[in-house]
C-alpha cells in the first residue's frame, strides 16, 4: 500500500469559514454533551468511540459569501478525510469520527444549501477508498430507518469518519453506485485528486456526474439546493 497523502484542494477562499475551536473531544463553544449522549442509541459506534477519545469537534464560523464557504467546508472535510484515511488501519480505526462543525449565517443561505454540495463532493470523492461522510442540521429531527426519531442536533456539522463496509452501504440506497463501492472499499493509497481540478467550482461540476436521476415533482426544491439523497 502507498503513503502518499493528497494536501486537497487549495484555498483561494481562505478566511470563508473562522476557526472557532481546532479539533477536541471537549468542545467548549457548542453546547454539544447532551446530544452527543442522546445518539449513543442510535449509534452502536458512538459510545465505544468516546470512550477511546476517538470522536472530535473542530468549530467553525462562516464569514463569507456562499460559494467561498462552501469551498472551504469542502477543504476541511477534505482535510479531515484525509487525517482519518492512515487512522483506520490502526487498532480501533473504525472508531475514528471527526466532525465538522458550521455556526454563523450566510445571506441568502442556509446550512443546508451550504453543506449540500460539500457534502455531496465528498461522500463521492472518499467513499471508495472507506471513508463516510455525513450531514446533519442544526434543531432539525430525522427518523431512523426503522421510523424511530432522531435526536435533534443543536448544531450543524458533517460527520468524516471510518465506513462500516457491512452497515454503511444500506444507508445509501439512493445511491447504488457508492454503496456498492463503500462495500469492498479498502484504501490503496491512492491521491483521490490526482485526476480531479483542484478549483472548487470545478469539483462542484464533477460531482453532478453522479447525481441520481431527477423525480418530477413541482414542490421539490431546485437541484443547487439539494444535490444529493438526504441520507448520509
Known sequence: MTTTRTTAAPRPTAGALRLVEASTTRPTSVAIDAYVQRMTAFCPYLAPSIDRGLTTWTVYRAEGDASAVEAELFFAGATAAEWIRPLTRRPHGSLVCENIVLLGAVPGATHRSLMAWPHWALKNLY???????????????EFSRTGERIPASPVSFLP?????????????????????????????????FEHLPHDWTEIRTWTKRFLPPAKPSTTSPPASALPAPRSS
Open 160 to 192: 468524516v469518519r471510518a465506513g462500516v463496509r457491512r452497515r454503511d452501504p444500506q444507508f445509501l440506497h439512493a445511491t447504488p453506485d457508492l454503496a456498492a463501492a463503500l462495500a469492498v472499499a479498502d484504501d490503496d493509497g491512492r491521491d483521490v
Open 127 to 141: 467513499g471508495p477508498v472507506g471513508i463516510m461522510i455525513g450531514k446533519f442540521y442544526a434543531s432539525e429531527e
